[in-house]
């Protein structure tokens, strides 16, 4: 569950929060189709088996995790504020 779900009560949620709650459950999803609704990522760092990729936007902040087929593997962080 992402924590944009308990922050979309609030009228200041970030636009690039509102596109990661758009997505809905990303298991699945290859990493092409979440840059398709979110946009490019501001770093990339690789990882064993696989990429770490992070959006940064003001008020909101997510790190996601892919697999080696760059499939969606998890969030490692994501914070608002």
């Known amino acids: 569950m992402l924590l944009v779900d308990t922050l979309m009560s609030k009228s200041q949620t970030s636009p690039l929060a509102r596109k990661f709650k758009s997505l809905g459950n990303m298991n699945g999803m290859h990493k092409s189709q979440i840059?398709?609704?979110v946009g490019e990522p501001n770093?990339?760092?690789e990882i064993t088996r696989?990429?770490?990729?992070h959006w940064i936007s003001p008020g909101y902040r997510i790190s996601v995790k892919f697999d080696a087929n760059e499939i969606y593997a998890g969030i490692l962080s994501e914070n608002s504020y």
């Open 35 to 37: 840059i398709k609704v």
């Open 43 to 45: 770093a990339v760092n």
């Open 50 to 53: 696989g990429e770490l990729l």
